[in-house]
């Protein structure tokens, strides 16, 4: 069974350009995460979808970062425009159902750099 | 910056030796932890779970301990083996669609 599929692996823009980020989650998962990991530190959460109701989304920065999950299955994680400080692994994972014991699986990541 | 990030608690094993990786959680509410395994450029991956109404639970070479008296969680890893070198992550979660909070990870490097 194929796991979480991320694309692109890496991506190196300068700054203020925009960026996009792919997520094909694990078949028949119907909740959809996207994580930020900075160098050295654990992901930190960013938006949660259960199906394609953004359920979570209070750690994204708005003003520069959207996401979409339409028909429920693929995501994809925008930022326009992008900063230095974006510079970082963003990750997707996904898992049957929502937070509370349903384990999460996740994908290689995108490692963007932002010069 | 990436200066911080490099301090990883660092812990180096000799092959064949257990390994015992711990992490301290904060919320008392916590009742789910997971202990995640990441290698270079990969992202986590599950490798054991415990529900905090169990103290103990064993999987292959894998135990994990959960104390909720001191909010202490442990990853034992028996003969250790060079291809357990990674970042270990714990998680935690509390009861309702709460965001699952990774901690402060934790090199494994095993010496061959």
Redesign the interface.
């Known amino acids: 069974e194929a796991g979480?599929v991320q694309s692109p692996r890496y991506k190196i823009i300068e700054k203020k350009q925009p960026v996009a980020f792919w997520c094909n989650p694990i078949s028949g998962h119907n909740t959809l995460y996207w994580y930020l990991q900075?160098?050295?530190?654990?992901?930190?959460?960013l938006i949660?979808y259960e199906n394609e109701e953004a359920?979570?989304d209070s750690?994204l920065p708005k003003d520069r970062f959207s996401a979409e999950r339409l028909k429920g299955v693929d995501s994809t994680l925008k930022i326009q425009p992008a900063e230095l400080g974006d510079s970082a692994v963003y990750?997707c994972?996904s898992s049957l159902g929502?937070?509370?014991?349903a384990?999460?699986?996740?994908?290689?990541?995108t490692r963007l750099t932002v010069l | 910056g990436e200066s911080v990030g490099l301090h990883l608690p660092t812990l180096s094993v000799q092959e064949g030796d257990n390994s015992i990786i711990n992490c301290a959680y904060s919320n008392s509410a916590s009742d789910y932890f997971i202990w995640y395994k990441q290698e270079s450029g990969k992202g986590p991956q599950f490798i054991i779970d415990i529900r905090s109404n169990m103290d103990k639970r064993q999987g292959q070479r894998v135990t994990v301990l959960l104390n909720k008296t001191v909010k202490h969680l442990s990853l034992q890893i028996a003969a250790t083996q060079p291809g357990d070198s990674a970042v270990y992550f714990c998680a935690e979660t509390s009861p309702g669609n709460t965001p699952l909070v990774f901690g402060k990870g934790t090199r494994l490097s095993v010496i061959a």
């Open positions: 979480v900075n160098l050295g530190q654990g992901p930190e959460l949660r359920v979570d750690q990750l994972a929502p937070l509370g014991g384990v999460q699986f996740f994908g290689p990541g």
